[in-house]
């Protein structure tokens, strides 16, 4: 049998847990001089990710039991923003090790990432299931937050009034910004600034504090507040320049006083602190389609598609670029239907791009002829 340390192979991707034992069968010594690859690899830089990825897959093959090669496989996939493909190998590690807390909060990430909340949930509950009053909060508030994103509020606010009763000072502004969520879904825009603001006389100057700053933000701009909001995404961006949907959200201030210039600057900004950022650059390509900058409009959503090759939004704009501003049809009516095909059902544009797909069609189909008089007719 092995003690391994839990991240003792790739602490730079989980930086969770440092000092749980976990008692294993003993690893093929091939497999684990694998995973060590695999983890210089990772420090090296985002550039070195796919060799990670060779050496993980290499890893897990040697030795399938070996769970620290599915977990840290699925970790590197979803730093490359490819949550469809991290699933299985995330699955596998918490088939293996379901105690592992870094293990079930990437699951849920990737199957949210991925629009499966429901399957989120199941895997949040069968941790909590498990763990019992052992349980980490942190899970308990991942939970409250798929529950809300699958659309079953009041089981979302149960879990996080649960969360709160549990948790220490440090837990609670991330319980309280997702009931404010919670309270922002439904509409109830004086809840949700309550308790946002309940959450920053907790933290109001730390780095995780961004987040409620941008969380607040989101409830001026459902209140049409739209100074108030970008005051508070700019608190969050100097709170954490690495912020970037803050950046994309006071991008979204700009785009909707018609300000295409700043919303271009500002995204700029972003994508150049993430280049794997695809909601970025596809916002990018919105501001810079706003310019009349068909190219570099055209140049962005490509940028996202390079990051997710089915990120649907990228998709959907390539299709009106080309069907509205360079009147190319053809390839517009192949941008729809890519997009029609990698678009979660419920997403608002799938009527839009199903519309003009229609009408895509009707231009392209030959025109009826009128068949020529039959001789000695008049």
Known sequence: MRYVLIVVMLAGCAGQQKTAEIKLAAAKPDAVEALKDGA??????????????????????????????????GWVLLKLRRPDEAIAPLEKAFAILPTHVPTVEALGEAYSAS????????????????????????????????????????????????????ANKADMPAALNQMALVYLQKGQLELAELVLKKALDVDDKSRAAADTWNNLGLVALSRRRDQEAFAHFEAATKLDPQLAVARRNKAVVYLDCGDYGKAAEELRQAVRADATDAAAWVALGVAERGRNQLDAAG????????????????????????????????????????????????????????????????????????????PGHT
């Not at 962005?300 to 649907?312: G, M, Q, T």
């Open 115 to 166: 629009g499966r909340h429901s399957d989120a949930v199941r895997a949040y509950k069968a941790y909590l299931d498990r763990a019992g009053t052992q349980a980490k909060i942190s899970v308990r508030v991942a939970l409250g937050a798929a529950l809300r994103k699958a659309g079953k509020l009041d089981d979302s606010f149960e879990a996080l009034r649960q969360a709160l009763r549990l």
């Open 299 to 374: 140049k962005a959503y490509e940028k996202a598609l390079d990051v997710n090759p089915r990120e649907p939004d990228a998709l959907f704009d390539l299709g009106v670029l080309h069907m509205d501003f360079r009147k190319e049809p053809v390839r517009a009516k192949e941008r729809f239907e890519q997009f029609l095909k990698a678009a979660p059902n419920d997403h608002r544009r799938r009527a839009d791009a199903e519309n003009r797909l229609k009408d895509l069609n009707k231009q392209a189909a030959p025109p009826t002829s009128t068949p020529a008089p039959t």
């Open 40 to 73: 210089r690899s990772v420090r090296l830089g985002a550039a070195n990710y796919e060799r990670a990825l060779d050496r993980l897959r290499a890893a897990r093959d040697l030795d399938p039991k070996l769970w620290e090669a599915h977990y840290d496989e």
